[in-house]
């Protein structure tokens, strides 16, 4: 291995300082690594650094080793290196608008960007409709993307969900006819929205509750209340949502949205178009969903709470044959895998077969409701 002149003045400093034993050791350990040990040391100080820079931007590595927002204190008060000032992008408030690191809050302020977003989303809007009117963009915060909703279809097309009081203050100031509610976009009941029409939404999701929004979106379709969604997450939610079997990201995500809907990539969007700006890249996701009659069919009279049993504890042990994954379950209902299904595992198969999986171990029930809460998480939205 050739050695850098660094690293040999570092080899004649210590062989000078340490002496010959000493020095022996140094090498020794040089050997075990395989590399100079200077090289080691500067890696090791640089994948500190870059956790250091993560974690003090409000993330936080799950269990998989990816990076996501932390969900920390809801009266957390952003330093002053993340205020805001009157007369920065996006237009705010008098005095200073600090983003909740608590409420995942990224807001856009490249208006190229936003344009692009709407162009997108009139795409996957105006598919099964020939006309958009039934809006709902969740969490718009400071507006950006509003501004251009409101100026391409009027605020009476418009209906916004927000938690921070901040944000609606600002919007009513902006467009005083904007209807906007003030909830948790989690409790949000698209059924009841959907009075005369299917919804179509669009959003700027926080990334730390990204899968539970889209969970919500996939129980909406059961009633047919929701029949499109552009809304952006973080890059690698969105690769998991199109990953094709056999390969890293495929997942519960890529089942559940690939048989409810058709699912689209638009494009990638740099964390430079945002503020505060996150330490990944996002991408912009769209959602054709099946209308309920064609959903039935896709899921061959399988109840789609048996399929949630069925690919969830599939993907818990994602490496392991489904004969062991699914033992227990299979042991439960009194069934036994064929052999053709027992020596597969769960990322080989597709959406398709796991709905003929659910259907080997619970049969079909051809006139079952599909359900209102079968993804969401039962904390989140109406009980009814």
Same mark, same amino acid.
């Given at each position: 291995? /050739?050695?850098s002149p660094?690293?040999r003045l570092?080899? &004649?400093l210590l /062989?000078q300082?340490?002496?010959v034993? &000493?020095?022996?050791?140094?090498?020794?350990v040089?050997?075990?690594l395989e590399?100079p &040990?200077?090289?080691?040391i500067?890696?090791?100080?640089?994948?500190a650094? /870059?956790?250091f820079n993560f974690a003090?931007?409000g993330w936080v590595?799950?269990?998989?080793?990816?990076?996501?927002w932390?969900e920390d204190?809801?009266n957390?008060q952003?330093s002053?290196?993340?205020?805001?000032?009157?007369?920065a992008?996006p237009?705010?408030?008098?005095g200073?608008?600090r983003p909740?690191q608590s409420l995942?809050q990224?807001y856009?302020?490249?208006?190229?960007?936003?344009a692009k977003?709407?162009r997108a989303?009139h795409q996957?809007?105006?598919r099964?409709q020939?006309?958009?009117?039934e809006?709902v963009?969740?969490g718009p915060?400071?507006?950006a993307l509003?501004?251009?909703?409101v100026e391409?279809y009027g605020?009476?097309?418009?209906?916004?969900?927000?938690i921070d009081e901040r944000?609606?203050?600002? $919007?009513?100031?902006k467009?005083?006819?904007l209807?906007?509610? %003030?909830a948790?976009v989690?409790?949000?009941?698209?059924s009841?929205?959907?009075v005369e029409r299917?919804l179509?939404?669009i959003?700027? $999701?926080?990334y730390?509750i990204t899968?539970?929004?889209l969970?919500?979106?996939a129980?909406?379709? %059961?009633?047919?209340a929701v029949?499109?969604?552009?809304?952006?997450m973080?890059?690698?939610?969105?690769?998991?949502?199109?990953?094709?079997?056999?390969?890293?990201?495929?997942?519960?995500l890529s089942?559940?949205f690939?048989?409810?809907?058709e699912v689209?990539c638009?494009?990638?969007?740099p964390?430079t178009?945002?503020?505060?700006?996150?330490a990944?890249?996002?991408?912009?996701?769209?959602? %054709?969903?099946?209308?309920?009659?064609?959903?039935r *069919?896709? &899921?061959?009279?399988?109840a789609p709470v048996q399929l949630? /049993?069925v690919?969830?504890?599939?993907?818990?042990?994602?490496?392991k044959t489904?004969?062991n994954?699914l033992?227990k $379950?299979c042991?439960?209902e009194?069934?036994?895998l064929?052999? *053709?299904?027992?020596?597969q595992?769960?990322?080989?198969?597709t959406?398709e077969d796991f709905?003929?999986?659910?259907?080997s171990?619970f049969?079909?029930q051809? *006139?079952m409701?599909?359900?209102?809460?079968?993804w969401r998480?039962?904390?989140?939205?109406s009980?009814n």
């Open positions: 291995m /050739r050695k660094f690293t570092i080899q &004649l /062989r300082q340490l002496g034993l &000493l020095f022996a050791e140094f090498a020794r040089e050997c075990f590399r &040990l200077t090289t080691h500067h890696n090791t100080i640089f994948s650094k /870059r956790q003090v931007n590595q799950d269990q998989y080793g990816e990076w996501e932390e204190d809801p957390y952003a002053t290196s993340v205020v805001i000032q009157v007369s992008t237009q705010l408030p008098s200073t608008y909740k995942g990224n856009l302020k490249d208006p190229n960007t936003v977003i709407v989303f996957d809007a105006s099964y020939p006309t958009v009117e809006i963009e969740l915060g400071a507006g509003t501004d251009k909703l391409v605020a009476s097309h418009l209906h916004c969900i927000e944000s609606i203050q600002l $919007l009513e100031q467009h005083p006819t209807k906007i509610t %003030h948790d989690l409790q949000v009941d698209y009841e929205m959907a299917p179509v939404v959003g700027n $999701l926080p730390y899968s539970q929004i969970f919500a979106l129980d909406a379709a %059961h009633v047919g029949s499109s969604a552009t809304v952006t973080q890059w690698e939610v969105g690769q998991r949502m199109i990953a094709k079997p056999k390969t890293k990201d495929y997942g519960i089942v559940v690939q048989l409810y809907a689209v638009h494009f990638k969007i964390p178009v945002f503020y505060p700006k996150p990944v890249d996002s991408a912009l996701i769209g959602l %054709h969903f099946y209308s309920p009659s064609l959903l *069919e896709r &899921l061959q009279g399988v949630r /049993r690919v969830t504890t599939a993907f818990q042990q994602r490496r489904l004969r994954s033992k $379950l042991q439960q009194g069934v036994e064929s052999e *053709e299904w027992a020596v595992r769960p990322e080989e198969l959406p709905v003929a999986l659910t259907k171990i049969g079909t051809p *006139e409701q599909l359900g209102k809460k079968v998480k039962l904390k989140h939205g009980n």
